[in-house]
């Protein structure tokens, strides 16, 4: 069955479902990396790329987000060691649907509402906070624009709104 879009699963409402001892087959998040590049090196700016509203990110558009902001600094900068990408948000929270049929007759062969509790079918990161960070990245002065674009490409990937921030983290000495 294809997925269904964004938009169905980016409020919430009630406690989060996250207890996965006790849920069966429950699938694997897509996002398995959360940092890249090279965290030992001194670097002058960190892009942050935090939330302007409350919901929830699913672990594919995170995933998504994740990978096209490596690849859009890869391909500006150059190697992966310029640069330093760590992502913030797990996706704990289990997403359940109730899968309804769609063709003539269905309703003959389904129960409705009857038993509507729904089978796991993903993860997703939910955002209870305003201004909560997604990722950043760490980066020399003279790759600061790139870090801004390729942030700028990847919040298109994620269900909810977002704002760039950049943050210095060396103090400017001024003469």
Do not use: W
């Amino acid at each position: 069955m294809p997925l269904r879009p964004g938009r169905c699963y980016r409020h919430f409402s009630g406690p989060a479902y996250t207890r996965k001892e006790y849920i069966p087959g429950v699938p694997q998040p897509k996002i398995t990396k959360f940092t890249m590049g090279d965290h030992k090196k001194d670097y002058d700016f960190e892009v942050r790329l935090l939330t302007k509203q409350i919901g929830q990110i699913r672990h594919n558009a995170l995933e998504a987000a994740r990978v096209i902001a490596l690849k859009q600094m890869t391909s500006m900068v150059g190697n992966e060691t310029d640069f330093y990408l760590y992502v913030t948000k797990y996706p704990h929270h289990v997403i359940r649907e109730n899968k309804m049929m769609a063709f003539a007759g269905a309703d003959r062969l389904q129960d409705g509402m009857r038993l509507s509790f729904g089978k796991p079918i993903g993860t997703a990161a939910r955002i209870t906070k305003l201004g909560d960070l997604i990722m950043a990245i760490r980066v020399k002065k003279e790759h600061l624009e790139f870090a801004k674009k390729a942030f700028k490409v990847a919040s298109s990937k994620l269900p909810l709104d977002t704002e760039i921030v950049v943050v210095p983290l060396k103090e400017e000495k001024t003469q």
